[in-house]
């Protein structure tokens, strides 16, 4: 189970985010579109460097080896602009890539570099609001090395799904980050998510 930050500050957020890795938080994705370099530098200085391997940036990817951190998510702007000989360079330097996606076709372009990608919403998003669920018509029956994540409108009432039975994990954000209580939200998910027997 991934966790996608709050596009927008969160009060507490770097203590909440700590939290959760020490509840067992496997991967945390820093997606703030709005945010400068130095916000989010700030943001990854405020969680414990413990946890900074298990971080994956959505931008200011320049930063990412000033912290240890050797995950890229690169935007579909970004993938577009990219070459397969800068992704292969990043891999050589050690860098583990992931994209999005919001078609099952566009996932079966992707090039082999990248480990994992996000695909939806597979249900009406939760943080935006009018954001309906893609169109999605079965299992990917190409380039299953790039482990499938569902994301979008995911929330501990549809973790049963049949639907997300042909995807590899979950990412999660406005079920969490617009909940009254985000760390109690994210274990109570973590533990309906670990009951359903499909965690990975």
């Not at 940036?57 to 050797?70: K, T």
């Not at 990219?82 to 992931?98: C, H, I, M």
């Not at 979008?152 to 639907?163: A, Q, V």
């Not at 406005?174 to 965690?199: D, M, V």
Request: aromatic share 8%; with cysteine.
């Amino acid at each position: 189970m991934v966790v996608v930050t709050s596009p927008i500050p969160v009060n507490n957020e770097a203590s909440i985010i700590n939290q959760m890795f020490y509840a067992g938080l496997e991967l945390l994705h820093i997606r703030k579109p709005d945010a400068t370099a130095l916000e989010v530098r700030k943001l990854i200085e405020s969680i414990d460097s413990r946890y900074h391997e298990r971080l994956a940036l959505h931008q200011y990817h320049e930063i990412a080896s000033d912290y240890g951190i050797h995950r890229l998510h690169c935007k579909e702007a970004v993938r577009r602009k990219q070459t397969e000989e800068q992704r292969a360079d990043l891999a050589q330097e050690g860098f583990v890539l992931s994209t999005s996606v919001h078609s099952r076709e566009c996932y079966n372009t992707l090039s082999g570099a990248f480990k994992y990608a996000f695909i939806g919403p597979v249900f009406d998003s939760i943080s935006k609001k009018g954001y309906g669920a893609m169109e999605y018509t079965g299992a990917v029956e190409q380039n299953n090395d790039i482990k499938r994540i569902a994301i979008g409108g995911i929330s501990k009432d549809n973790l049963d799904s049949k639907i997300l039975d042909d995807f590899d994990g979950i990412a999660i954000l406005g079920a969490i980050w617009l909940s009254e209580e985000p760390l109690q939200e994210f274990k109570l998910l973590q533990q309906t998510w670990n009951t359903t027997g499909r965690h990975y």
